[in-house]
T-cell receptor
Framework: AQSVTQLGSHVSVSEGALVLLRCNYS??????LFWYVQYPNQGLQLLLK??????LVKGINGFEAEFKKSETSFHLTKPSAHMSDAAEYFC???????????????FGKGTKLSVKP | NAGVTQTPKFRVLKTGQSMTLLCAQD?????MYWYRQDPGMGLRLIHY???????AKGEVPDGYNVSRLKKQNFLLGLESAAPSQTSVYFC????????????FGPGTRLTVL
């Protein structure tokens, strides 16, 4: 069963507009949560991570995400999209939250972000 | 530091051929992973290793074998390739403790005809 859900396989925004990519997880214990970005023909690069410290997490390239326990969500936002943000974004949760081996991540299916000029 | 490297970057195989993908990391990580990425499927874990000499099955292990003879290397083998194994393969590594953040290689694009 999928434990990480990314709403919307494709999201398109105009340059300068708000970026909002949604991620929901299911977990009975506080998880560690991650957002990764994948540019075309490249590997995955960590954008930011939540490890039970501050609920608002700032990452690279102006992205941030907020952990909301009551909503089991970890949505990724950026106030103003740039053409260079066009990529695929993956949300992931540490499998430890599901009784698995620490270190294993469960990935969502990804959201492809397009930025229109 | 090179981080995580993968060899080769591209490969085309015929059905039934075998090959080995090599992953190397220079960060002294205990854990290493092999994933495959297919359109619309996200990343699916094939096999992983929690230390030198140990391996374990992931979500989609059938048709693949792995070995971790040295801490820095993790090999993925296809004994008899099938068209269903056409995919992009990623290797990753992580520390044994902490949050489980994984560091990824650049990927290997494999086509099986």
């Amino acid at each position: 069963a999928q434990s990480v859900t990314q709403l919307g396989s494709h999201v398109s925004v105009s340059e300068g507009a708000l970026v909002l990519l949604r991620c929901n997880y299911s977990s009975s214990v506080p998880p560690y949560l991650f957002w990764y970005v994948q540019y075309p023909n490249q590997g995955l690069q960590l954008l930011l991570k939540y490890t039970s410290a501050a609920t608002l997490v700032k990452g690279i390239n102006g992205f941030e995400a907020e952990f909301k326990k009551s909503e089991t969500s970890f949505h990724l936002t950026k106030p103003s999209a740039h053409m260079s943000d066009a990529a695929e974004y993956f949300c992931a949760v540490n499998r430890r939250a599901y009784g698995g081996s620490q270190g294993n991540l469960i990935f969502g299916k990804g959201t492809k972000l397009s930025v229109k000029p | 530091n090179a981080g995580v490297t993968q060899t080769p970057k591209f490969r085309v195989l015929k059905t039934g051929q075998s090959m080995t993908l090599l992953c190397a990391q220079d960060m002294n990580h205990e854990y290493m992973y092999w994933y495959r990425q297919d359109p619309g499927m996200g990343l699916r874990l094939i096999h992983y290793s929690v230390g030198e000499g140990t391996t374990a099955k992931g979500e989609v292990p059938d048709g693949y074998n792995v070995s971790r003879l040295k801490k820095q290397n993790f090999l993925l083998g296809l004994e008899s390739a099938a068209p269903s194994q056409t995919s992009v393969y990623f290797c990753a590594s992580s520390y044994s403790g902490g949050s489980g953040e994984q560091f990824f290689g650049p990927g290997t694009r494999l086509t099986v005809l």
